[in-house]
């Protein structure tokens, strides 16, 4: 099976601007979950989607937000960029029965300048 | 909200010695407790879990224990070795929301 991707890679933007991050899933998994992984804050956990549904959410602003499609593929919406922005964006994906594991995508670097 | 705390931070210890790293965890609903190894510039990978309603669980040099009315949970690594080196992230879970703790960075000393 393929592991799962995200993209782009990196991305530089500057404040005020808006950015899509994208996550598809190991096939056959129908969750995936976003993180922002930070040198001081360790793995902040997004929120996470199955079924195209929002099931999980966790302590960020509205500024950020995500969507799922039929498919299972995801994508994070960061809008009004702040500095404090700037992170590796993970995504990962499971099966979303509970009790499994997850599998994480290599990320995405994000930017502000 | 959930939290996950998790000691140390950092720990160096020589190889072949032993490694713990301690973790708890405030929701009570938490039902399944994995823990992840990431190595630089690497993605986190599983490396043991532990479901609630098993107190100990052991893979070759890897054991975790967990006690659940104390709301504490374990990773143990015997006989250490170089490539152990990486940063170790505890995480409790209920139904896919995954609270990680902030993490232990382990150097091991050849």
């Known amino acids: 099976k393929a592991g799962v991707t995200q993209t782009p890679r990196y991305l530089i933007k500057t404040r005020g601007q808006q950015v899509t991050l994208s996550c598809s899933p190991i096939?056959?998994?129908?969750?995936v979950s976003w993180y922002q992984q930070t040198p001081g804050q360790g793995l902040q956990f997004l929120f996470e989607?199955?079924?195209?549904?929002?099931?999980n959410k966790g302590n960020f602003p509205g500024r950020f937000s995500g969507r799922q499609f039929s498919n299972s593929r995801s994508e994070m919406n960061v809008s009004t960029l702040e500095l404090g922005d700037s992170a590796l964006y993970l995504c990962?994906?499971?099966?979303?029965?509970?009790?499994?594991?997850?599998?994480f995508g290599p990320g995405t670097r994000l930017t502000v300048l | 909200g959930e939290n996950v705390e998790q000691h140390p931070s950092t720990l160096s210890v020589q190889e072949g010695d032993s490694a713990v790293i301690k973790c708890t965890y405030s929701?009570?609903?938490?039902?399944?407790f994995p823990w992840y190894k990431q190595e630089l510039g690497k993605r986190p990978q599983l490396i043991i879990d532990?479901?609630?309603?098993?107190g100990e669980k052991k893979d070759q040099r890897i054991a975790v224990t967990l006690n659940k009315t104390a709301k504490h949970f374990s990773l143990h690594i015997t006989e250490t070795q170089p490539e152990d080196s990486a940063v170790y992230f505890c995480?409790?879970?209920?139904?896919?929301?995954?609270?990680f703790g902030p993490g232990t960075s382990l150097s091991v000393i050849p």
């Open positions: 990962a994906s499971s099966s979303g029965q509970g009790y499994n594991e997850q599998f």
């Open positions: 096939s056959g998994h129908r969750s």
């Open positions: 989607y199955f079924s195209e549904t929002q099931r």
């Open positions: 929701d009570s609903a938490s039902n399944y």
């Open positions: 532990i479901r609630s309603n098993v």
């Open positions: 995480a409790a879970s209920h139904y896919d929301k995954v609270i």
